[in-house]
């Protein structure tokens, strides 16, 4: 049985990494998806055509999740091409690493508008629809920081914290329509986000932790097939950690 049959998802920032896993494993689990880019048009294409080819229907949208009228535009377009949404899921992020001393106020500004101000734009987009339908799922991705807090990331752990604030009370609000908000906290997943960093430092961590591996993008895609199916019609307001134990 698919866990997903029929369902239409979108997913922001699809073009690799996690959301790109995530479409992938949804699109499996009979998932209609329509996901997000910021600029990598050329993969966005080739995950399109992947994701066509299993078929279901996929489309990628060059949307800037940090906009509040791209948001609400791309809502429209997908609602007209895919007739309603039940899964919306909040992947877009970027990191401007930096000590506290040396980080600039843009590049502060520029996480927190990418990271945290994306997902009440995206919220608030497709609230409509999901209280029409008296039912909906939205997935934040969080991170074990924004649950601890680390060293040199002041900015992007402030945004992932104020994530989890965001989830919370928007499963407090809506859970009365059956809409339900979770976020998930992934640990060290490798990504091309996480390939930048240096080699023996990902040693070092892959070393600490419980599972003594780093994640996969599927690894964190099968828990949004958890949250975004009936499978968790229970559950809200929750922020699932999926860190190979990291934060035991
Ligand atoms: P990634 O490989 O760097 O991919 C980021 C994705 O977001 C890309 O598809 C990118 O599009 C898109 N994006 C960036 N800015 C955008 C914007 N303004 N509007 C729309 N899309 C935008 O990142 P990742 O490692 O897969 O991470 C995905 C999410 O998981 C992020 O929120 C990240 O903070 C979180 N996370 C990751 C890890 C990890 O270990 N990797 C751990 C915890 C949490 P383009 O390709 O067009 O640039």
């Known amino acids: 049985m698919k866990l997903l049959e029929g369902k239409v998802a979108i997913i922001t920032g699809a073009s690799?990494?996690?959301?790109?896993?995530?479409?992938?494993v949804f699109a499996q689990q009979g998932a209609n998806v329509a996901f997000t880019y910021s600029s990598s048009a050329e993969s966005a294409?080739?995950?399109?055509?992947?994701?066509?080819?299993?078929?279901?229907?996929?489309?990628?949208?060059?949307?800037?999740?940090a906009d509040f009228s791209d948001a609400h535009k791309l809502v429209d377009d997908v609602i007209a091409e895919f007739g309603t949404i039940d899964i919306l899921i909040n992947n877009a992020g970027i990191t401007k690493d930096n000590l506290l001393m040396r980080m600039s106020e843009e590049d502060f500004d520029k996480v927190i508008e990418i990271n945290l101000k994306s997902v009440f734009n995206m919220t608030k987009a497709v609230q409509k629809i999901m209280l029409k339908n008296r039912k909906g799922s939205i997935i934040n991705m969080s991170s074990v920081v924004g649950v601890k807090g680390n060293a040199g990331q002041a900015n992007y752990a402030a945004s992932k914290a104020g994530m989890i604030g965001f989830t919370k009370s928007i499963a407090l609000e809506l859970g009365s329509r059956n809409i339900r908000c979770n976020a998930i906290a992934p640990g060290f997943i490798e990504t091309e986000m996480t390939?930048?960093?240096?080699?023996d430092v990902v040693k070092g961590w892959r070393e600490a932790i419980p599972l003594k591996r780093g994640g996969?993008?599927?690894?964190?895609?099968?828990?949004?097939?958890?949250?975004?199916?009936?499978?968790?019609?229970?559950v809200t307001g929750q922020v699932i950690n999926v860190d190979g134990g990291m934060l035991t």
């Open 16 to 24: 690799r990494g996690i959301g790109s896993g995530i479409a992938k």
């Open 45 to 65: 294409m080739a995950l399109e055509n992947e994701l066509n080819a299993l078929g279901i229907k996929a489309k990628g949208y060059q949307s800037n999740a």
């Open 195 to 199: 390939a930048k960093l240096n080699e």
């Open 216 to 234: 996969s993008p599927e690894d964190v895609a099968n828990v949004c097939v958890f949250l975004g199916s009936e499978m968790s019609a229970y």
